[in-house]
């Protein structure tokens, strides 16, 4: 069993940084896919950013250039650096952790942080 922590989130103004972190307790953390999804209100959960243990990334196109996901498997921390943030990033953001190799779809989701929010002003 994994349980993962989300913290960084905020209320901020556009163009700026906020830094995500989820600490992930109980082992197996460097044989997971991680992810961070965003659930804006209203609307969908969808996946942002996700990264296999691996090293290989994906980035949901409207966040590329601005978010970068990386890990630190002997801390076993995800983080998300977010850089000129817009309005539109308002969202709920998951920390997620697949025993898979890389993240497809939600039902491969084993674990889920209780999110954190990003909220950006105009």
């Known amino acids: 069993q994994v349980l993962l922590v989300d913290s960084g989130g905020g209320l901020v103004q556009t163009g700026v940084s906020l830094s995500l972190s989820c600490g992930a307790s109980?082992?197996?953390?460097?044989?997971?896919?991680m992810a961070w999804y965003g659930q804006a209100a209203g609307k969908e959960r969808e996946l942002v950013v996700a990264?296999?243990?691996?090293?290989?990334?994906y980035y949901l196109d409207s966040v590329k250039g601005r978010f970068t996901i990386s890990r630190d498997n002997a801390k076993s921390t995800l983080f998300l650096q977010m850089n000129n943030l817009k309005p539109e990033d308002t969202a709920m953001y998951y920390c997620?952790?697949?025993?898979?190799?890389?993240?497809?779809?939600?039902?491969?989701?084993?674990?889920w942080g209780q999110g954190t929010q990003v909220t950006v002003s105009s």
């Open positions: 109980g082992s197996g953390f460097s044989n997971n896919a």
């Open positions: 990264i296999t243990r691996g090293q290989s990334t």
């Open positions: 997620a952790a697949s025993r898979r190799i890389h993240i497809t779809t939600e039902e491969e989701i084993d674990y």
